[in-house]
């Protein structure tokens, strides 16, 4: 089934120490995004990416960083984690064609920083 | 600018109708969705409108538009204990790639 995969679901960091996610699809889309989502709170978009083009939000953190070496991957580096980035991390993607823009959702990896 | 408003919890009794309200602000919204979440879990689509229609029934779930008022509705009905969950309403404007989410209804199903 195609799907959007992300690993893992669950991580543990110390304060400081530099965590990578990841995130990939088997959907062939053009599109993908990653999203913040705090207990109790609306998923908020980080950046996405059309292809290669990068897209960053105005008011994501330098903190933040995204990479997407192909089509089927991405990642979310976080540099130097704070406990305030303990959230669930949302990945998602969508075809990128206007009559068909709806986004499919991974499961998410819950990231906790110690 | 852009803001999506939902109301934070509904309870409902297994077999009653829930109806989910949500209001939005960008009159240029063209894509208007409803997501589920599950405890733990990720966003799944359970389903959107186009903002030139008024209506759109899917099984158990129909979704009411009023572009006059920006007002957004889901109703399910025949709830079930299984439809537990938070449920997102979001919206879309046309070419664009971001889409703003409420903050999520929590749906309480009561055997």
Known sequence: DAMVIQNPRYQVTQFGKPVTLSCSQTLNHNVMYWYQQKSSQAPKLLFHYYDKDFNNEADTPDNFQSRRPNTSFCFLDIRSPGLGDAAMYLCATSSGDPARETQYFGPGTRLLVL | ?111
């Open chain 2, 1 to 111: 600018g852009e803001d999506v408003e939902q109301s934070l919890f509904l309870s409902v009794r297994e077999g009653d109708s829930s109806v989910i309200n949500c209001t939005y602000t960008d009159s240029s919204s063209t894509y208007l969705y409803w997501y589920k979440q599950e405890p733990g879990a990720g966003l799944q689509l359970l389903t959107y409108i186009f903002s030139n229609m008024d209506m759109k029934q899917d099984q158990r779930l129909t979704v009411l538009l009023n572009k006059k008022d920006k007002h957004l509705s889901l109703r399910i009905a025949d709830t079930q204990t299984g439809d537990s969950a938070i449920y997102f309403c979001a919206e879309k404007s046309t070419g664009g790639f971001k889409t703003i989410f409420g903050a999520g209804t929590r749906l309480f199903v009561k055997a």
